[in-house]
């Protein structure tokens, strides 16, 4: 079954620390990976998208690692600020076309920056 | 919010009655999709389109209808609205090529009471 596990469900940091997210999935056949941040009461914003032969890919502070082969990803935030405060969702897309609707979506990890 | 925009964003209902909600779209992408989002499960389709008068069912299509007349224009129809379809429902747009990077509106909380 495909499937994106995202963890922790949450998280607690002070202003200018930095944290990770983890993403782990069982998607075949793999297109691309992205994350997204989604604000409470907003839609989700994309903040990066890989393909299956990018390791890495940086917006910002923010940067996304990819390792195809164990099937994991993560999200690195650099110096948190209040404004990062948000649910952040791990989607992997299918390899049917990512206009057909093939995205998997993980639950997202909510994030809350301290001051 | 790329030019997205939903109606109503918020509306409460009563279990029995015909829904719409609206989503309108300025930036002419060929593909938009209905999604909803609830505690505890992430983003799940509902109903996607792939052209004016072109749709197909999502994950989760049993008890919503859409339609698509226009372009810019994406109906999500809920016949007769029940408790469960308390949600938040948000649409989407992608292109036609490259990515397919999906843009997702600012979401219409709807609760049926």
């Known amino acids: 079954k495909n499937q994106v596990e995202q963890s922790p469900q949450s998280l607690i940091i002070l202003e200018g620390k930095n944290c990770t997210l983890q993403?782990?999935?069982?998607?075949?056949?793999?297109?691309?990976l992205r994350w997204y941040k989604q604000d409470t009461g907003r839609g989700p914003v994309s903040l990066t998208i890989m393909t299956f032969s990018e390791n890495t890919k940086s917006n910002g502070r923010y940067t996304a690692t990819l390792d195809a082969d164990t099937k994991q990803s993560s999200l690195h935030i650099t110096a948190s600020q209040l404004s990062d405060s948000a649910s952040y969702i791990c989607v992997v897309i299918l390899n049917y076309g990512g206009s057909q609707g093939n995205l998997i979506f993980g639950k997202g990890t909510k994030l809350s920056v301290k001051p | 919010d790329a030019g997205i925009t939903q109606s109503p964003r918020h509306k409460v209902t009563e279990t029995g009655t015909p829904v719409t909600l609206r989503c309108h779209q300025t930036?002419?992408?060929?593909?938009m999709y209905w999604y909803r989002q609830d505690p505890g499960h992430g983003l799940r389709l509902i109903h996607y389109s792939y052209g004016v008068k072109d749709t197909d069912k999502g994950e989760v299509s049993d008890g919503y209808s859409v339609s698509r007349s226009k372009t810019e224009d994406f109906l999500l129809t809920l016949e007769s609205a029940t408790s469960s379809q308390t949600s938040v429902y948000f649409c989407a747009i992608s292109e036609e090529s490259g990515t397919y990077e999906q843009y997702f509106g600012p979401g219409t909380r709807l609760t049926v009471t």
């Open positions: 993403c782990n999935y069982t998607v075949s056949p793999f297109s691309n």
């Open positions: 930036e002419n992408h060929r593909y």
